[in-house]
């Protein structure tokens, strides 16, 4: 087949099995999700006729010189090269809920781009320094979602040593993660906030407690006096 790669100067692994063009660096290609390495460009996935019998998912393709140019960094010169080189591209993405039926996720997403993620991540990684020195520990507990992400990366950033809380953890597994750790700041969704204040006792090493939610009438009475021994952001 006819692999032309003339048309860019930076082709990826790709091409298009209907059209047999080179899919250049950055553009979409649409895998199939049941034929063995069988891809869509952009314009056949849209207007091939017949279409073809199987769900094609999109997928940003890449290439040699982009394999080279991240390759030989540590972590933190990785994000922060990507964050700069993609920053129009699409890096998270969040399934859309179908408006009728909150319960069921549609097949599309909702994109946030490597600038948006970068700056966020930047952001909240000067946040987090206010709060916690490089080489401490902080634990992440959420369900999955951007900010968990998000999280991560500015920790890398910064220094800052994540430790992963899964949500399913019982009171006493949380509660050993954090003493052996000696974590001083949890990140959280609003779905885990209350199960962290009650455990400060059992905790005392948290100082702060980050919610990835507005926090605003999430927190019972009950545990008013805790709050007071705890900063809340």
Not at 40 to 55: S, V
């Amino acid at each position: 087949m006819n692999r032309d790669k003339t048309d860019t100067k930076k082709p990826s692994y790709w091409y298009c099995d209907r059209c047999e063009r080179s899919i250049n660096h950055g553009e979409f290609r649409y895998n199939c999700t049941v034929c063995d390495n069988y891809d869509y460009c952009e314009q056949c996935a849209t207007t091939a006729t017949p279409i073809h019998p199987h769900r094609m998912v999109p997928e940003l393709a890449y290439g040699l010189e982009e394999s080279r140019e991240c390759g030989r960094v540590d972590i933190s010169t990785g994000i922060r090269a990507a964050m700069a080189k993609y920053c129009d591209r699409h890096c998270l993405g969040t399934r859309d809920i179908d408006n009728d039926n909150p319960s069921i996720y549609k097949d599309s997403y909702s994109w946030i781009t490597f600038k948006t993620i970068g700056d966020r991540t930047k952001n909240f990684g000067h946040g987090l320094r206010r709060l916690i020195e490089p080489r401490a520990y902080l634990g992440i507990c959420a369900a999955n979602r951007p900010e968990w992400v998000i999280t991560d990366f500015a920790c890398i950033l910064q220094s800052i040593i994540s430790v992963p809380i899964y949500t399913l953890f019982t009171d006493r597994e949380v509660a050993y993660v954090i003493n052996n750790t000696q974590i001083s700041v949890i990140v959280c969704d609003q779905n885990m906030l209350e199960r962290f204040v009650a455990l400060h006792p059992q905790c005392p090493t948290i100082l702060h407690i980050v919610c990835m939610d507005p926090i605003l009438n999430t927190i019972s009475r009950k545990f008013i006096i805790i709050i007071m021994n705890l900063s809340l952001h």
